[in-house]
């Protein structure tokens, strides 16, 4: 069983910048699963945002590549989602997710291959 508990969500202008953290509970296997990041607006469905498998090969949506970054710090058991130059329409509940099996970064990551999701924390751009 992993844990997973988000927090840095928060109310920004257009423009602004946020981190998310993504705090795990397993240490012992945390550094072996891909993290994924996913957001979920109102009336729409949970999106991919961002991975990093165990390698940390990553990969973005294309609506956020060049603005977002993805990272882990095994040691600490977290990941990250750090937003820059943020747009309303990013404005979701952002959560983080953790996958078991082996995740090749040059593939899709979907909402269903994810095995633990954390309680997601909201992030609203204002315009």
């Known amino acids: 069983q992993v844990q997973l508990v988000e927090s840095g969500g928060g109310l920004v202008q257009t423009g602004g910048s946020l981190r998310p953290s993504c705090a795990a509970s397993?240490?012992?296997?945390?550094?072996?699963?891909?993290m994924g990041w996913f957001r979920q607006a109102p009336g729409n469905e949970r999106e991919f945002v961002a991975g990093?498998?165990?390698?940390?090969?990553?990969d973005y949506s294309d609506s956020v590549k060049g603005r977002f970054t993805i990272s882990r710090d095994n040691a600490q058991n977290s990941g990250y989602l750090l937003m820059n130059s943020l747009k309303p329409e990013g404005t979701a509940v952002y959560y983080c997710?953790?996958?078991?099996?082996?995740?090749?970064?040059?593939?899709?990551?979907?909402?269903?291959?994810?095995?633990?999701w954390g309680q997601g924390t909201q992030v609203t751009v204002s315009s």
């Open positions: 997710s953790t996958k078991n099996a082996h995740w090749r970064a040059a593939d899709a990551l979907t909402p269903g291959q994810m095995n633990y």
């Open positions: 397993s240490k012992d296997t945390f550094s072996t699963k891909a």
């Open positions: 990093i498998n165990r390698y940390r090969f990553t």
